[in-house]
């Protein structure tokens, strides 16, 4: 999956959108606008994609600065929707900050949005404590691996994997909502990978726990 690079303006007005669109459906509906701009948006979706300055107040297409990347912010949409549909599959209304941040965040790890994973779960991170602080900071590390990694800082990207296995690896299974043994197992051959720069790098699912 291709990751596109994205001025900070547009990256951030999107993760904006699809963090929000996980449960918020004003923000789906930018997003599916977004992601099949056929016809000027209208109501609550205007209002959203102007609010993050994608589109003018009243307009009908995406500001001149971000038109070049229409392409990929219409396929970064696509699969931040993707990513809110299996999130309801696996939300628990009750479900603690914590829990709830994880399975959000496995939702947007599995279409290979490390950006907004690293969001969510800082989200949560900041007022964290003991194990479960540090398997979020163990997970916030390799999905910012993967990023670093799908936009070419090879160095930073094994970097933050080796400690982020580390800090899983040090803290009782179960600590978070996900299925953190079987990324450990999976991420365990790609430090080489990481290091050559050659070897092709397929990241690998974050499943949430059932």
Known sequence: MTIARFPLPLRNA???????????????????????????PAGATAARL??????D??????LAVHAPHGGAAAAHAARALR??????NHARPAAPPAERAVRQAAALWNEHLFFEVHEVLEAVWKTAAGDLRQALQGLIQIAVAFHHHAHGNLRGARSLLVEGRAR????????????????LVATAPMESAFRDGTTPVNPPRLEPSD
């Open 57 to 62: 107040a009243g307009g009908g297409a995406l």
């Open 50 to 55: 102007a609010a993050v300055h994608l589109i």
């Open 83 to 88: 990513a809110r549909e299996a999130y309801r």
């Open 14 to 40: 999107l993760a904006e959108l699809a963090i929000a669109g996980l449960d918020d459906e004003d923000a789906a509906a930018a997003l599916r606008w977004l992601a099949a701009p056929s016809s000027p």
């Open 168 to 183: 899983l690896a040090a803290v009782p299974a179960g600590t978070l909502a996900a299925n953190t043994e079987a990324l």
